[in-house]
């Protein structure tokens, strides 16, 4: 499997990053590469076009609701309806996350009756489901954040990438990373030392997750746009050592 960070920027798009966007891509049994985009955080469309073209991605995961996560599907409708691709008959694209994602498409385009949603086969999801899609097996676990949030287990033949989406530290998310070979973890808080509950991770919280779970390789993600990551990173690599920061335009394979 291919991970591609396509934006990391925590919270809002930063100067550097846009918000939450990531490219999986694994091929098959009979070597078609199937193309997954996690999270279509705002301002992500149009770096995603460096490595794809949106309108034929196999899917689209969501972890949730909040615009740093959500805020481009509707541009990528527009993307698909109008753009160079309008006129092919195209399938419709697998939209997978949890329950009222589709009516926060319609509200982010500002239009309860549009199109918006029209180019989206969505297929809600909760706690514990397991689907697939093409080589992956997606399987979502029940994310402690303000709003319906979903982490979730990417499998692909032998690999297995845990994406947090936005989460405080819970069992549920823990069970995922027992299972996992590569962490994409979000912190959040960063090194904030008094937080709200049910938020986010900081990066010590992230890092303690990782290596209680037996996880060497992290990347740790969602740092707020506005802070240097450093300190965070350092506080993660306490335990463990071998993690980096997400980057925008950084590939991983494994
Ligand atoms: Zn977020
Ligand atoms: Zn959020």
Redesign the pocket.
């Known amino acids: 499997m291919r991970l591609t960070i396509v934006g990391c920027a925590g919270s809002t798009a930063g100067p550097d990053s846009p918000a939450s966007c990531y490219l999986l891509e694994a091929e098959d049994q009979d070597g078609r590469m199937w193309r997954l985009v996690m999270d279509l955080g705002s301002g992500a469309i149009g770096p995603l076009q460096r490595y794809c073209d949106p309108a034929r991605v196999d899917g689209v995961l969501v972890s949730?609701g909040?615009p740093?996560?959500c805020a481009d599907l509707g541009a990528l409708s527009v993307l698909r309806r109008y753009g160079p691709a309008r006129d092919e008959d195209l399938p419709l694209i697998p939209l997978l996350g949890p329950e009222g994602l589709d009516r926060r498409v319609h509200e982010v385009a500002g239009d309860p009756d549009g199109a918006d949603m029209d180019v989206f086969d969505y297929r809600p999801l909760a706690h514990s489901d397991v689907t697939h899609l093409g080589p992956f097996t997606i399987t979502a676990a029940r994310a402690r954040?303000p709003v319906p949030?979903l982490a979730y287990l990417v499998s692909a033949g032998d690999s297995h990438l845990l994406f947090t989406g936005?989460t405080d530290r819970c069992d549920e998310v823990d069970d995922l990373a027992a299972r996992a070979g590569l962490i994409l973890g979000e912190a959040g808080w960063g090194t904030r030392e008094v937080n709200p509950d049910g938020v986010h991770m900081t990066g010590d919280q992230l890092g303690r997750m990782t290596a209680e779970a037996g996880v060497e390789s992290l990347i740790v993600t969602h740092v707020a746009s506005w802070i240097d990551p450093q300190p965070t990173l350092a506080a993660v690599r306490r335990h463990v050592p071998l993690a980096c920061l997400a980057r925008p335009g950084h590939v991983h394979g494994f």
């Open positions: 949730h909040h740093d996560h954040h949030a936005d």
